[in-house]
Structure formats: C-alpha cells, structure tokens
C-alpha cells in the first residue's frame, strides 16, 4: 500500500445492481486499486471485479461469501465497515 493510502478505510456499500459494491476510502493510485481487485479475485465464488479508482469503487459479483471479500481486503491492508 502506497503512504497516501495507509489510513484508508472501505466501507460497504449495498446496490440494486448486479454485485456487491464497496467504496475505498484512501485509494488513489492504479496499484492501489490493482491490489484491492488481485486481492478479491482470488476469493472463490467471485466472477468479476471492477475498479472505478476516481469513485474509490470496487463492485464484486459472484456467489463469494461477504465476509471472505471483506478478509481478502483486509489482507491486502484495508478496514472494512459494515453500514
């Protein structure tokens, strides 16, 4: 994780929309972002993950547990705060 992104925190977010999404508070940079999507999807069950780094976005689809996403960001060094 870059130093700009140290402090940051992800919180979930709930969609209407295919997928789960999450917004990254503190990721502002391409290999921050590369990161947090290599981390998810590795999780099994995940089908896709997108990126939007200028809307600190991560939208997840598959049948992945929640709780497996939130460690698989939590490991590559992000809080996550469930609303």
Same mark, same amino acid.
């Given at each position: 994780?870059?130093?700009?992104?140290? /402090?940051?925190?992800?919180?979930?977010?709930?969609?209407?929309?295919? $997928?789960?999404?999450?917004?990254? +508070?503190?990721?502002?940079?391409?290999?921050?972002? /590369?990161?947090? +999507?290599?981390?998810?999807?590795?999780?099994? $069950?995940?089908?896709?993950?997108?990126?939007?780094?200028?809307?600190?976005?991560?939208?997840?689809?598959?049948?992945?547990?929640?709780?497996?996403?939130?460690? +698989?960001?939590?490991? +590559? $060094?992000?809080?996550?705060?469930?609303?």
């Amino acid at each position: 994780m870059c130093t700009s992104c140290e /402090t940051a925190a992800a919180q979930a977010v709930p969609t209407t929309g295919e $997928g789960r999404e999450f917004v990254v +508070a503190g990721m502002s940079c391409q290999p921050c972002s /590369t990161k947090v +999507a290599t981390a998810v999807r590795a999780v099994p $069950g995940v089908t896709d993950v997108r990126v939007e780094l200028s809307e600190r976005r991560v939208t997840v689809a598959g049948t992945a547990e929640e709780s497996q996403i939130h460690a +698989a960001i939590v490991g +590559a $060094g992000y809080t996550i705060t469930n609303p």
